[in-house]
């Protein structure tokens, strides 16, 4: 098994043997129908993919600033796509799910009203975010420190808000402001509640990879009663810094059932028992606009489906754009759970298209063959792997493995024993100095610093990765469209059992969205 690390080198040393020999040139110019495929590419433009980036956005500036699934935001997107795709040919559902959406009805707010007023930015990777299970409120006071250890000292071992005598001389109403340590987030905030406070604020604890907001706090159920919120250090310490500082905290959840829906275009030529498929999620995260997660794969298959619309494939091309993937991938595990065993034999391969414009980026494929991670795909991937490795090198161009683990639209098809890959620029994790010296960049950055926030705008996007990767997309489809090789053959027949009996949970949840 090859390091993640080790992986990139190879892609880089490969890239520079093409472009020295010129005996490695990718896919598309080892394929008898590498014409079709080389139109498709020249036709496929950034300027075309960036164009529909822009819908997005401006769509999302129309609706509170977000597409999110189950809003007018997410409709609109979906009203978009639908339209652009029925208008060059293709055979359009409209897929309704319903999902329970978890959110908040007025946007959440931690503002520093004194001293020197600052409003602090919500989301993961930014300032704060809510606790789960915190109950709405909206309180205003001054914040009171509870036993804090600053300058950190080891990790996990602040006891800040343990005990119950860490709140002696706590003023009733106020705010208190608690560090991350030893104990779990819900007896601090019990504690908070029984000495009065009208709001918690825990913030991480300071040390080496316990900074950032990059943890969702649970709370462990109902009973608390006040607003309580997880901060990074930064904002814990900015808190701290002045006697007197007051707050103000916003926090307003829902949780309710509403409809969502995926987009499916199919081409009206080619072999129905054969199927190529192509996804990406088109609904962002709440507290933002997502044109990088996953505006970026959307207006990149987009763009290639519509280029694509003349073509005569001899296999049937499906361009899926998936709903409610931020809520635990759902708009894709209900299509897969949808499908007959017999519909579901017919898709020979699918590719996974999310944050592929990473403005920070790494030219990351997923790990079909398992050697880089050690999770491999179903039989098959690993060609799927092999084959986008080709494009890069064949365009002398670096590239990575990132890991195959369902994190995104492709774990309900590999569930499904359906052979996948895909591509990914990068979200939360940090650029190593590595990876900045063979891809540029910046190192000790994320590779998406607007991920999952409200800075995931137009300007969060990197143009060549943009155009880089809409080029791979249009050479796999087109590809594949023509001749899916040994995919899907007698070499990978023992998955069709494991196809039919699959079950259906959704992959794990992580990070990502």
Same mark, same amino acid.
């Given at each position: 098994m090859r390091s993640r690390l080790r992986k990139g080198v190879l892609g880089a040393v490969v890239a520079a043997l093409a472009l020295s020999s010129g005996a490695f040139t990718g896919t598309a110019s080892a394929h008898p129908n590498h014409d079709s495929v080389r139109k498709l590419v020249k036709a496929v433009s950034g300027k075309n993919v960036n164009t529909h980036l822009k819908v997005f956005q401006a769509i999302a500036n129309a609706h509170d600033g977000t597409r999110v699934s189950g809003t007018r935001g997410f409709d609109a997107s979906r009203d978009y796509v639908a339209w652009r795709l029925r208008a060059v040919g293709y055979k359009v559902t409209v897929q309704p799910f319903e999902f329970l959406f978890e959110g908040y009805r007025t946007p959440p707010a931690l503002q520093r009203t004194s001293p020197d007023p600052k409003t602090y930015t919500y989301g993961f990777f930014s300032d704060y975010v809510a606790m789960g299970d915190s109950p709405a409120g909206s309180v205003s006071g001054q914040i009171q420190a509870v036993d804090l250890v600053l300058p950190p000292g080891a990790p996990n071992s602040s006891t800040s808000g343990c005990e119950a005598s860490d709140f002696e001389g706590f003023v009733a109403g106020r705010v208190a402001l608690m560090q991350r340590g030893t104990c779990n987030f819900r007896v601090k905030v019990d504690n908070a509640m029984a000495a009065g406070a009208s709001g918690a604020i825990v913030f991480n604890e300071g040390q080496e990879g316990r900074t950032e907001v990059d943890l969702n706090p649970v709370l462990g159920g109902p009973g608390v009663t006040i607003p309580s919120f997880f901060t990074s250090f930064a904002v814990g310490q900015d808190l701290a810094a002045a006697a007197g500082t007051s707050v103000t905290m916003n926090w307003d959840p829902i949780s309710e059932t509403r409809t969502t829906y995926n987009v499916i275009a199919e081409s009206r030529k080619g072999d129905p028992n054969n199927v190529v498929m192509a996804g990406a999620h088109l609904d962002s995260v709440q507290e933002g606009p997502g044109i990088n997660d996953n505006g970026s794969g959307s207006a990149g298959i987009l763009e290639v489906a519509l280029q694509f619309a003349k073509t005569k494939p001899k296999n049937q091309v499906r361009f899926a754009f998936w709903g409610a993937e931020e809520f635990g991938l759902l708009g894709s595990q209900h299509y897969v759970d949808s499908l007959s065993a017999e519909e579901r034999e017919k898709i020979t391969l699918y590719l996974n298209f999310d944050m592929i414009a990473s403005p920070n980026y790494t030219f990351g494929i997923y790990d079909g063959d398992g050697d880089a991670f050690g999770t491999a795909g179903p039989e098959g991937s690993a060609q799927i792997e092999e084959d986008f490795e080709k494009f890069y090198a064949g365009r002398g161009l670096p590239f990575t493995a990132t890991a195959f683990t369902g994190r995104s639209d492709y774990g309900a098809f590999i569930a499904a024993g359906i052979p996948a890959g895909g591509l990914f620029t990068g979200a939360e994790v940090l650029k190593t100095e590595a990876e900045a010296a063979i891809f540029g960049g910046t190192a000790g950055i994320p590779l998406d610093p607007c991920y999952h926030s409200a800075c995931d705008t137009i +300007?969060?996007?990197? /143009?060549? &990765?943009?155009?880089?990767?809409?080029? =791979?997309? #249009? *050479?796999?489809? =087109?590809?594949? /469209?023509?001749?899916t090789g040994t995919i899907g053959t007698a070499a990978t &027949? =023992? *998955?069709? #059992? &494991?196809? *039919? #009996? #699959? *079950?259906?949970?959704? =992959?794990? /949840?992580? /990070? +990502?969205?």
């Open positions: +300007k969060n996007i990197s /143009a060549k &990765a943009l155009d880089v990767n809409s080029d =791979a997309v #249009a *050479t796999l489809v =087109a590809t594949y /469209a023509f001749d &027949a =023992a *998955t069709g #059992a &494991a196809r *039919t #009996a #699959a *079950t259906h949970g959704h =992959a794990p /949840a992580e /990070a +990502k969205s």
